[in-house]
T-cell receptor
């Protein structure tokens, strides 16, 4: 059975304090791993897709990496506007384009 | 601007009433999806549509129905058979159904019971 576990559930950082969010997954053949950002009362906003172990993608202060069992979202020198819930989702190979989501990490960056 | 529009933003349902949530996209995407989001749980797939006039049940389809008569529209009806409908409902679309392109989401409809 597909499983996605995100940790920690919540994270509070001082502005400028770098850290990482973890997404551990179990899926029968990974087609892709997706990271989204969700602000309160809004829909998820797409950030990255990772397809194979060793792949990395960057966008501003965010960098996503992928291994065969987990993905990390590294946040470098975060700012208060980076506060949001970050969602990880996996897509299984061979099936429709359906995503299986984790429960998210709620990030708060304190000025 | 291209995107996905969900309406209404807030919706209230009385006991025994069916309600319909609207989802419209102008991205020319073939595939569309409905998810439900509850506190402390990941998004769960209700229904998806790979192409016009076709749709499939997701993981939690009981008590819901959909139609896909037009490419740009994928309305979701929450029927009286859904006993716990209070949730945040999210509509998404992707370029096609069998690739690995990302899904893009609307800003959701929050449904509550009166």
């Amino acid at each position: 059975e597909d499983q996605v576990t995100q940790s920690p559930e919540a994270l509070r950082l001082q502005e400028g304090e770098s850290s990482s969010l973890n997404c551990s997954y179990t899926v029968s053949g990974l087609r892709g791993l997706f990271w989204y950002r969700q602000d309160p009362g809004k829909g998820p906003e797409f950030l990255f897709t990772l397809y194979s172990a060793g792949e990395e993608k960057e966008k501003e202060r965010l960098k996503a990496t992928l291994t065969k069992k987990e993905s990390f979202l590294h946040i470098t020198a975060p700012k208060p506007e980076d506060s949001a819930t970050y969602l990880c989702a996996v897509q299984r190979r061979g099936g429709a384009n359906n995503l299986f989501f984790g429960t998210g990490t709620r990030l708060t960056v304190i000025p | 601007d291209g995107g996905i529009t969900q309406s209404p933003k807030y919706l209230f349902r009385k006991e025994g009433q069916n309600v319909t949530l609207s989802c419209e996209q102008n991205l020319n995407h073939d595939a569309m999806y409905w998810y439900r989001q509850d506190p402390g749980q990941g998004l769960r797939l209700i229904y998806y549509s790979q192409i016009v006039n076709d749709f499939q049940k997701g993981d939690i389809a009981e008590g819901y129905s959909v139609s896909r008569e037009k490419k740009e529209s994928f309305p979701l009806t929450v029927t009286s058979a859904q006993k716990n409908p209070t949730a945040f409902y999210l509509c998404a679309s992707s370029i096609n159904w069998n690739g690995n392109q990302p899904q893009h989401f609307g800003d959701g409809t929050r449904l509550s019971i009166l």
